[in-house]
């Protein structure tokens, strides 16, 4: 289990305790997580579960993939630390990790 | 009107099966689709990517999956609506109307939504004046070139279809192409072209930036965009072309009165039947307990719904269950002799 820290673009946010193993999209959805819509269910084919992630935190995670950065394209409104919250596995190195979800994701 | 025994809304995989398992049982059908072309997501999101699960196909990618699938369903001649997307369902006694947002019209006893996560719609730019502009000087899609001589033109995106319109109207209008990130995912060949007009001055690409404001007064006249760095730059534009890519959207779907959760709709998993008689739903836009998202799912959930839809379509006569490889009506229907 690590800790997720979920925060919404007005700035509340959450502290969800996450499988190991699971997608920080899964633990979104699998506690109900507002501002995560995953229409295509992980396959990285719809960029529905984009998040920002922390400054602090962005370099820390694995690097995405070339057909992740392109599906941040079609992202509603990419910055730098756009990701897709279904390509990152969380793990200990990524226990207290803090993403922000988007005004909306379509 | 016309009057058909199903009504397909969703031209992908489970949409295209769904013709042939109510083909087979005499059944006519038309199938409705918001996109140019049939396919669905297998077509739109992954057409090159290989798909390792559909059963007794080791490997095929979306596109040869719908060829093939295209192929299956050619003996039943069916028409499939491209372009439309279905706006209105109504009742008629015991018929359901469905008008299209060109005002097609069709009915039948049956409906078959298989419409995976919604239709696809292109994302836009979400800056007010970009709405109120929309159709008269911010486009996401290009119906008549004739329309875009002479102007200055600001095209956004980093794939073909930025790319390829970008080359295109460079030969008679002033481009310039903006995109988030330095790199273009496009076709790299496209891209030498566009970086040969750029050194001879036709075409200036912005990277990497994203668009801050439009100017206008009545007309678009300028729009600022900003970069990574913070710098902002001002572009004389008449024209801005979007091309950020498509998202789904569930869309009229969710006006039906059918009973929904989320964005899927619930179906009784014996017949894929919702809580409307003769409205069923099947592939990923359905829910019911233990609902894979997988292709095969979709195909068997469409098998079992052309069942129903073949005892409302032929309430006098008795469904016969037949095997493809034994009965001569199935072999005559698919022009085997």
């Known amino acids: 289990m690590s800790k997720i820290i979920y925060k919404d673009f007005k700035g509340n946010s959450k502290t969800i305790e996450v499988e190991n193993g699971l997608s920080v999209m899964e633990g979104a959805i699998q506690n109900e997580i507002p501002g995560i819509d995953a229409d295509c269910g992980g396959s990285m084919a719809c960029a529905t579960c984009h998040v920002y992630v922390d400054d602090k935190w962005f370099d820390k995670i694995p690097k995405a993939e070339d057909a992740e ?38 | 009107m016309k009057k058909i025994d199903a009504i397909i ?18 059944l006519k059908a038309v199938v409705i689709d918001n996109l140019d072309k049939a396919g669905g997501q297998c077509i739109e999101l992954y057409p090159d990517k290989p798909i390792y699960d559909i059963p007794a196909v080791p490997e095929c990618t979306g596109e040869q999956l719908t060829t093939r699938l295209l192929e299956q369903i050619k003996p039943f001649k069916t028409q499939l609506f491209l372009n439309e997307r279905v706006n209105e369902v109504r009742k008629d006694n015991e018929n359901w109307i469905v008008t299209t947002n060109n005002k097609k019209e069709f009915i039948a ?26 159709e008269k000087s911010v486009f996401y899609a290009v119906r008549d070139k004739e329309k875009f001589k002479n102007k200055k033109i600001s095209i956004f995106g980093g794939g073909d279809s930025a790319l390829d319109w970008a080359l295109e109207l460079s030969k008679f209008s002033k481009i310039t192409l903006i995109h988030r990130r330095n790199e273009f995912r496009g076709a790299q060949h496209t891209l030498m072209e566009i970086k040969k007009l750029e050194k001879a001055g036709k075409v200036s690409i912005k990277t990497p930036c994203q ?24 572009i004389p534009t008449d024209v801005i072309l979007g091309f950020f890519g498509l998202i789904m959207k569930l869309g009229p779907i969710a006006e ?3 009973n929904m959760n989320k964005k899927t709709i619930e179906v009784n998993p014996e017949n ?21 998202k997988l292709i095969l799912s979709g195909f068997h959930e469409v098998a079992l719904a052309s069942v129903e839809c073949f005892k409302r379509a032929r309430p006098n006569e008795k469904y016969r269950f037949e095997f493809t490889t034994s009965s001569k009506t199935i072999q005559d229907r698919l022009g085997k002799k």
Not at chain 2, 9 to 26: D, E, R, S, T, Y
Not at chain 2, 273 to 290: H, L, M, Q, R, V
Request: net charge negative; charged share 25%.
């Open chain 2, 9 to 26: 809304i969703g031209a992908g995989p489970v949409g295209l099966f769904g013709v042939h398992q109510l083909g087979i049982k005499g």
């Open chain 2, 256 to 258: 039906w009165g059918l």
């Open chain 1, 69 to 106: 950065v392109d599906m941040i394209d079609m992202a509603f409104e990419p910055k730098k630390n756009s990701r897709l919250s279904c390509q990152i596995i969380v793990s200990d190195d990524l226990d207290g990790l803090q993403v922000s979800t988007p005004e909306k994701q379509t």
């Open chain 2, 211 to 234: 668009i801050e404001s439009l100017e206008s007064e009545n007309d678009l006249k300028s729009i600022t965009i900003k970069f990574d760095d913070g710098k902002t730059e001002k």
């Open chain 2, 109 to 134: 006893p049956n409906i078959i939504i298989a419409g995976g996560v919604g239709s696809f719609e292109p994302r836009k730019i979400h800056l007010k004046q970009a709405e109120q502009l929309e």
């Open chain 2, 272 to 292: 894929f039947e919702t809580n409307k008689k003769g409205i069923f739903a099947a592939g990923d836009i359905c829910s019911y307990p233990g609902k894979l």
